[in-house]
């Protein structure tokens, strides 16, 4: 699953108590108006921590066939299109990929390079062997 870590502080000596709330379900409501009309992006659950920053959403991506989650920290505090636009690729220095194969899900970064090049034919729809 992924982790995204968080780039920026939520600044609160600027602004009152009341306006971060606002900001947080604002971040968090346009990141679900994102997810719900993106073509391949699925909110598939959440994962609870025992504080905020351990709070993570599960995310599918069908076009990938992998799965991400993002913490909900991160979604307050990273730019919208930055958090979709990897969740999209996959692409982001902290974001690992996992994938079910044969029933279990496994870190891609885990993976040799026969089984990450069988991962990208699927991904093609070849399935032939070589």
């Known amino acids: ?3 995204a870590i968080l780039e920026k502080p939520l600044r609160t000596d600027v602004i009152n108590e009341e306006d971060v709330q606002l900001l947080i379900e604002e971040k968090l409501n346009a990141f679900d108006a994102a997810i719900e ?3 391949f992006l699925e909110i598939d659950g959440d994962i609870e921590g025992n504080i905020p920053q351990e ?3 599960k995310i599918i991506n069908h076009k990938l066939e992998c799965a991400f ?3 909900m920290d991160a979604i307050i505090r990273q730019d919208l299109n930055y ?3 990897t ?3 996959g692409i982001a220095l902290r974001l690992y990929g ?3 194969i ?3 899900y496994s870190r891609v970064s885990n993976w040799n390079k026969s089984k990450i090049g069988e991962l990208h034919d699927r991904h093609m729809g070849n399935y032939s062997v070589r």
Do not use: F, K
Request: charged residues 10%; contains cysteine.
């Open 1 to 3: 699953m992924t982790t």
């Open 55 to 57: 709070h993570y959403l």
């Open 37 to 39: 009309c993106h073509d």
């Open 102 to 104: 044969v029933g279990y």
């Open 87 to 89: 969740l999209e690729t």
């Open 83 to 85: 958090i979709v636009n």
């Open 98 to 100: 996992v994938t079910r």
């Open 69 to 71: 989650s993002v913490s």
